[in-house]
């Protein structure tokens, strides 16, 4: 089951006297839709969004026609415009569903579960909207098992490098004390001083006279 948006292929309901100029965008935007002229359709529903801005057909048929052209963001917007200004709990359900479906392709997918939900309290025989909303929790569900299994998995690799970080450290030899070659150099100078100073005190003591004994 695909995700689908619906839309309004009705006329302006504002009074004939304010919305004849939107009317007529409606119009030609709804025959244009029907066509699947959705590019075209669009810059109609924009000129009666512009004539009306709190028109809320005008701005739902936008939505729609944003949506077939894959602007989403732009069409979630439409969407919401018509919540503000819809006072009827049919255009207002219709809206929250077409809301839902332009988040889901955003990958709002929580946002989107929100959207069907209040879709539903409005409408709760919404067939399409509870087809809607099964799905989205499904792929939720399958979504955040993912990423805990995800999380897992790098906990995992994380540990095991850890282990075999502290492995290698064992098996390596201690560290050897390297002395600068001009260190060595200076210990032996001191070694070879301290040998010549014995020498010389031996060979002091080897020629120095004996003090005659005394005679008694």
Request: aromatic share 6%; glycine share 2%.
């Amino acid at each position: 089951m695909k995700y689908v948006i619906i839309i309004m292929l009705l006329a302006s309901v504002a009074p004939p006297s304010a919305a004849q100029k939107a009317d007529r965008y409606l119009y030609k935007g709804n025959e244009l839709y029907k066509k699947k002229e959705y590019e075209k359709s669009l810059e109609q529903y924009k000129q009666a969004v512009s004539q009306e801005p709190k028109n809320p057909v005008a701005s739902f048929n936008q939505g729609a026609a944003q949506f077939r052209q894959l602007q989403h963001g732009q069409s979630e917007q439409s969407f919401n415009n018509v919540l503000e200004n819809a006072t009827d709990k049919a255009t207002q359900q219709q809206a929250l569903y077409n809301k839902g479906v332009a988040q889901v392709k955003q990958n709002k997918l929580e946002e989107s579960i929100e959207s069907w939900k209040e879709a539903l309290k409005l409408n709760p025989n919404d067939q399409l909207a509870r087809e809607n909303l099964q799905r989205a929790l499904r792929e939720l569900k399958k979504k955040q098992e993912e990423q805990k299994q995800q999380q897992q998995q790098q906990k995992k690799d994380k540990k095991q490098k850890q282990q075999e970080k502290e492995k290698q450290q064992q098996q390596q030899p201690p560290p050897q004390s390297r002395l600068s070659k001009q260190r060595v150099e200076q210990l032996l100078k001191a070694l070879q001083q301290k040998e010549r100073e014995v020498q010389q005190r031996l060979q002091k003591e080897k020629v120095s006279p004996r003090k005659p004994e005394k005679d008694w």
